[in-house]
């Protein structure tokens, strides 16, 4: 079983993101912690495989939390998604450069956080076969970051992503809900939604809450140009 930390300030979304660690298969929850000092003392007493870090904590930035966990590694070694509404591009940077696995924007769709548990239950799995490698197996191991990002999960096609971008290019400027979109493209919504936090994902659209009178925000989709 892979072992997972839940890193998380707000309780009920390390709440949310434990109930989907639990229920991916191979995975298991072994602790969760609200603050950076509870991060760094779990890694040294529960010894998890990966952990799910978000940036913004109450006492410390995640990123600190990442640099003390690569100054531990001898030691304590761990894997790192993080997941974090934190869009900057110094703050991308500075985790890349700590050798986070991936990282998932907030807000997003739980089958993103699953299909990033299934790409780190793959990789885990090649490195684990290996004994001997030629370059062909390094190549495959060392996949960049961005390939990583790029790869669509299980049950997104070419297809229905270009169908569905063709529909964010010709939407008006304030884009497209999800619900505008299955009626675009005559997919469902739901099928619709994975898609389009597909493409957030990879950069090739962003989201962007749109408050109204009352209720919750409504998710408006729009194309970025490249």
Do not use: N, W
Not at 13 to 21: F, N, P
Not at 32 to 39: I, L, V
Request: glycine content about 6%; overall charge neutral; hydrophobic content about 40%.
């Amino acid at each position: 079983m892979i072992q997972v930390l839940v890193v998380d300030d707000d309780f009920m979304v390390a709440r949310l993101h434990s109930s989907v660690v639990s229920q991916q298969p191979g995975f298991e929850v072994v602790g969760a912690a609200r603050t950076g000092t509870e991060a760094l003392a779990a890694v040294r007493t529960l010894r998890p495989d990966l952990v799910l870090l978000d940036i913004y904590l109450p006492d410390m930035s995640g990123l600190e939390v990442l640099r003390r966990f690569r100054e531990s590694s001898a030691d304590y070694p761990v894997d790192v998604i993080v997941i974090s509404a934190a869009r900057d591009l110094d703050t991308l940077r500075t985790a890349l450069r700590g050798g986070v696995f991936q990282y998932l924007v907030k807000p997003f769709e739980i089958e993103s956080l699953r299909a990033r548990l299934e790409d780190y239950a793959t990789h885990r799995a090649e490195l684990h076969r290996l004994t001997e490698v030629d370059q062909k197996e390094v190549d495959r191991v060392f996949r960049t970051q961005s390939g990583r990002i790029a790869a669509a999960p299980k049950g997104i096609s070419p297809e229905t992503t270009d169908l569905v971008l063709r529909a964010l290019g010709e939407a008006p400027a304030d884009g497209l809900s999800a619900g505008d979109c299955a009626e675009v493209t005559g997919l469902s919504r739901s099928s619709t939604r994975r898609y389009l936090e597909h493409l957030v994902t990879v950069g090739r659209a962003e989201m962007r809450p749109r408050y109204g009178v009352a209720g919750r925000p409504e998710r408006r989709y729009r194309l970025l140009t490249r």
